[in-house]
């Protein structure tokens, strides 16, 4: 069965750094993977996608991620932190092709201070 | 884009009566929907898959006879807690995966019920 890891409970970082969440995953075969944002009492909102193809993904509100298979990776990050960016982020794996089940980490809640 | 509606956003009621949230995909069809469970500060924990016209997928330890999936549709998808108790308070949020189209393999959610129980 996959398995999602999220090292970091809780990140703290100020307005305008950069920013790099951490994801790691385990599965046999090639994943899909997910990051998604909740901001407090909503729903889940799709930031990016891995399928195939190019490793670096480009989100929505400036954000990237890199699929490294050979460290079982799939990062966040962005370059430049907006107060609007706190929230919780969840990385998220899939089976490959089909209406499969998805497996959540256990979220990053991000912080930002002026 | 693909919107997935929830109804009602929020709940109370008391301990021992029955709550049926709605989970609706608003412009597309959805043949398989799920339900997660998030409890204050955790995961998304998924509940069951739901099919349509076909009986619900539980996940191991989630009560069938307590979490009532109907998929009635290929646009809706209904969860009753049966005699609700406050151990069942939580956020509920389903998630539909278009049966065709560019969203096919990606799930679109909805904005969660907040289900609290007295």
């Known amino acids: 069965a996959q398995s999602v890891t999220q090292p970091d409970i809780h990140i703290t970082v100020s307005e305008g750094a950069s920013l790099e969440l951490r994801c790691n995953y385990s599965?046999?075969?090639?994943?899909?993977l997910f990051w998604y944002v909740q901001s407090p009492g909503q729903g889940l909102q799709l930031l990016l996608k891995?399928?195939?193809?190019?490793?670096l993904v480009q989100g929505i509100k400036g954000f990237e991620a890199e699929f490294k298979r050979s460290q079982s990776s799939f990062n966040l990050r962005k370059p430049s932190v907006h107060w609007s960016d706190a929230a919780e982020y969840f990385c998220?794996?899939?089976?490959?092709?089909?209406?499969?089940?998805?497996?959540f980490g256990i979220g990053t809640k991000l912080q930002v201070i002026p | 884009g693909a919107v997935v509606s929830q109804h009602p956003s929020w709940v109370i009621c008391k301990s021992g009566t029955s709550v049926k949230i709605e989970c609706r995909s608003l412009?597309?069809?959805?043949?398989?929907m799920f339900w997660y469970r998030q409890f204050p500060k955790q995961s998304l924990m998924l509940m069951a898959t739901?099919?349509?016209?076909?009986?619900?997928?539980?996940e191991q330890g989630v009560e069938k006879d307590k979490f009532l999936i109907n998929h009635a549709s290929l646009t809706l998808s209904t969860l009753t807690v049966t005699s609700a108790h406050p151990e069942d308070s939580s956020f509920y949020i389903c998630?539909?995966?278009?049966?065709?189209?560019?969203?096919?393999?990606?799930?679109?959610f909805g904005p969660g019920t907040r289900l609290t129980v007295l």
């Open positions: 998630s539909a995966y278009p049966t065709s189209g560019t969203g096919v393999n990606e799930q679109f």
């Open positions: 599965y046999g075969a090639t994943p899909y």
């Open positions: 891995y399928f195939s193809g190019d490793t």
């Open positions: 998220a794996v899939g089976l490959s092709g089909g209406y499969q089940k998805v497996t």
């Open positions: 412009d597309f069809q959805a043949t398989t």
């Open positions: 739901s099919n349509e016209g076909s009986k619900a997928t539980y």
